[in-house]
């Protein structure tokens, strides 16, 4: 049995998807689902395709191959390899789908690796946390995570709002494990999920202990509900490539009175002891340098479109034109530099792990922020009203008027067919629902930009700066 047969057969297990107002019974059917997860289950057989299998997947020590997410880089080339591994794992989707990649996976990852830095105040999560590390990652499951508070109001701690907050806390504690109410938001790709790990995003005060709380349940979970925003997804491949085929999908998580065995919960009551596992830099680090793998598949993804865009229509000779494409290319080109930047000026943590520098790739991070709505925006103006200008469906270059659209619609360097394909894909990207969903996930799914920019001023050496130009004045 294939990875993705292995994955497609476990989804039937009882787990409670809400959409319009009802659980969905069997999400490998229903049309709002069952394409993406067609699509996951050929990204997880790219682990058995001898093409491939060697680069994103490898050997643990207890023999079991597992996939390369949760691979600890103990020498530079393993962070190469891991590096290229994401790459493939990435563009697999076009950079569109952020969870069936290995964001959670290597945040876990990262979390076993540092897991004694909290040892002291939490004595049980070494242990914990690396057993739930080794049952993921030897049984090839996909992760996700949830750790914001609902909406309510924001001029509000938790202990303050009583009864109106409804975030995740604990209500009382059993001999079997701690009872959980509440929701949390926003986990993406949850339906598709094995697995999925909850702990606040945000750091809670002492007021907070209740909410204080990470720890991490199947899908299937008793007393775990996920509600679902409406659906982006098309039956329509050909006229819609990419929401057809990936919508990753978007979820509030309810926990009805769950009761979270012991052994799930990794860190209770303890509002520092979660920020300094959440905080710590190798943590930051090796997450951060997943998700710049998957911006570079995402941004190349945007140059060929926008390229293909200008070859099509015979525009690429005017000066403008060329400047727009260039501003893709440097995108790009920019966001590569910088992950390798950090790759090559990784160096070896105390805990025996090759750490990419974090420097460069928050940079990156902070520039993709703005490079992904910019991308979007040169492809429309590379392509003006041309999106807007194609047939209802492709299947109408064949229809009664065929053999006039395939004139009208024909572009400078290739037939109809091929000319509105692009246009639709185009349009996938720019204004369909999938891709605003992008354009918003790419400007916060790091958090607020303001704060993130804050952080790298924060956190960088000024002061070797300073001392270089006071060496150089004085």
Same mark, same amino acid.
């Given at each position: 049995?294939?990875?993705?047969?292995?994955?497609?057969?476990?989804?039937?297990?009882?787990?409670?998807?809400?959409?319009?107002?009802?659980?969905?019974?069997?999400?490998?059917?229903?049309?709002?689902?069952?394409?993406?997860?067609?699509?996951? $289950? @050929?990204?997880? %057989?790219? +682990?058995? !395709?001898? #093409?491939?299998? *060697? &680069?994103?997947?490898?050997?643990?020590? /207890?023999? =079991?191959?597992?996939?390369?997410?949760?691979?600890?880089?103990?020498?530079?080339?393993?962070?190469?390899?891991?590096?290229?591994?994401?790459?493939?794992?990435?563009?697999?989707?076009?950079?569109?789908?952020?969870?069936?990649?290995?964001?959670?996976?290597?945040?876990?990852?990262?979390?076993?690796?540092?897991?004694?830095?909290?040892?002291?105040?939490?004595?049980?999560?070494?242990?914990?946390?690396?057993?739930?590390?080794?049952?993921?990652?030897?049984?090839?499951?996909?992760?996700? $995570? @949830?750790?914001? %508070?609902? +909406?309510? !109001?924001? #001029?509000?701690? *938790? &202990?303050?709002?009583?009864?109106?907050? /409804?975030? =995740?806390?604990?209500?009382?504690?059993?001999?079997?494990?701690?009872?959980?109410?509440?929701?949390?938001?926003?986990?993406?790709?949850?339906?598709?999920?094995?697995?999925?790990?909850?702990?606040?995003?945000?750091?809670?005060?002492?007021?907070?202990?209740?909410?204080?709380?990470?720890?991490?349940?199947?899908?299937?979970?008793?007393?775990?509900?996920?509600?679902?925003?409406?659906?982006?997804?098309?039956?329509?491949?050909?006229?819609?490539?990419?929401?057809?085929?990936?919508?990753?999908?978007?979820?509030?998580?309810?926990?009805? !009175?769950?009761?979270?065995?012991?052994?799930?919960?990794?860190?209770?009551?303890?509002?520092?002891?979660?920020?300094?596992?959440?905080?710590?830099?190798?943590?930051?680090?090796?997450?951060?340098?997943?998700?710049?793998?998957?911006?570079?598949?995402?941004?190349?993804?945007?140059?060929?479109?926008?390229?293909?865009?200008?070859?099509?229509?015979?525009?690429?000779?005017?000066?403008?034109?060329?400047?727009?494409?260039?501003?893709?290319?440097?995108?790009?080109?920019?966001?590569?530099?910088?992950?390798?930047?950090?790759?090559?000026?990784?160096?070896?943590?105390?805990?025996?792990?090759?750490?990419?520098?974090?420097?460069?790739?928050?940079?990156?991070?902070?520039?993709?922020?703005?490079?992904?709505?910019?991308?979007?925006?040169?492809?429309?103006?590379?392509?003006?009203?041309?999106?807007?200008?194609?047939?209802?469906?492709?299947?109408?270059?064949?229809?009664?008027?065929?053999?006039?659209?395939?004139?009208?619609?024909?572009?400078?360097?290739?037939?109809?067919?091929?000319?509105?394909?692009?246009?639709?894909?185009?349009?996938?990207?720019?204004?369909?629902?999938?891709?605003?969903?992008?354009?918003?996930?790419?400007?916060?799914?790091?958090?607020?930009?303001?704060?993130?920019?804050?952080?790298?001023?924060?956190?960088?050496?000024?002061?070797?700066?300073?001392?270089?130009?006071?060496?150089?004045?004085?």
């Amino acid at each position: 049995m294939t990875a993705g047969e292995a994955y497609f057969n476990r989804l039937n297990d009882g787990r409670r998807v809400w959409l319009d107002g009802g659980i969905v019974p069997d999400i490998r059917s229903h049309p709002a689902f069952q394409g993406t997860v067609q699509s996951v $289950a @050929a990204i997880l %057989d790219l +682990q058995d !395709d001898p #093409t491939t299998e *060697a &680069h994103v997947t490898y050997q643990t020590d /207890t023999g =079991v191959k597992a996939n390369i997410a949760y691979l600890i880089p103990e020498s530079k080339d393993e962070l190469f390899k891991r590096s290229y591994g994401l790459k493939l794992w990435s563009d697999a989707t076009f950079g569109v789908m952020s969870r069936v990649g290995g964001f959670y996976r290597t945040q876990l990852t990262t979390w076993y690796v540092a897991r004694n830095l909290i040892a002291e105040e939490q004595p049980h999560f070494p242990s914990k946390i690396a057993d739930y590390y080794r049952f993921v990652r030897d049984n090839d499951l996909l992760v996700t $995570a @949830a750790g914001h %508070d609902p +909406q309510i !109001d924001r #001029t509000k701690l *938790a &202990h303050e709002l009583g009864d109106l907050y /409804t975030a =995740v806390r604990i209500v009382r504690e059993t001999k079997d494990g701690i009872v959980v109410r509440g929701a949390k938001m926003i986990a993406t790709g949850a339906p598709y999920m094995d697995e999925i790990i909850v702990s606040p995003h945000s750091k809670k005060t002492g007021d907070e202990q209740r909410y204080a709380v990470m720890f991490a349940v199947p899908a299937s979970h008793p007393g775990v509900h996920m509600i679902c925003r409406e659906s982006f997804a098309s039956e329509q491949r050909d006229d819609h490539p990419l929401s057809s085929r990936f919508d990753e999908m978007d979820a509030v998580l309810i926990f009805d !009175d769950a009761l979270i065995p012991w052994e799930r919960v990794f860190i209770k009551d303890d509002p520092e002891a979660i920020w300094s596992i959440r905080s710590d830099r190798l943590s930051r680090a090796l997450s951060l340098h997943e998700n710049i793998v998957r911006l570079a598949s995402k941004l190349e993804f945007t140059a060929a479109v926008g390229t293909e865009l200008a070859y099509s229509i015979g525009i690429t000779k005017f000066a403008h034109v060329q400047e727009k494409l260039a501003e893709l290319y440097y995108q790009l080109e920019s966001i590569r530099a910088l992950l390798l930047s950090s790759e090559h000026r990784a160096e070896l943590h105390p805990l025996g792990v090759w750490e990419p520098a974090l420097e460069p790739i928050t940079t990156a991070k902070n520039l993709g922020n703005v490079y992904y709505p910019r991308a979007l925006e040169i492809l429309q103006q590379l392509s003006g009203a041309g999106m807007l200008q194609v047939p209802s469906t492709i299947a109408e270059l064949n229809g009664l008027l065929g053999s006039q659209l395939q004139k009208v619609y024909r572009g400078a360097d290739r037939d109809a067919l091929d000319r509105v394909k692009l246009l639709k894909l185009s349009w996938e990207l720019v204004g369909s629902r999938l891709g605003a969903r992008h354009e918003l996930y790419e400007r916060f799914y790091a958090g607020d930009p303001v704060r993130t920019y804050a952080g790298q001023y924060v956190d960088y050496d000024k002061q070797r700066l300073l001392d270089k130009a006071a060496r150089r004045l004085g």
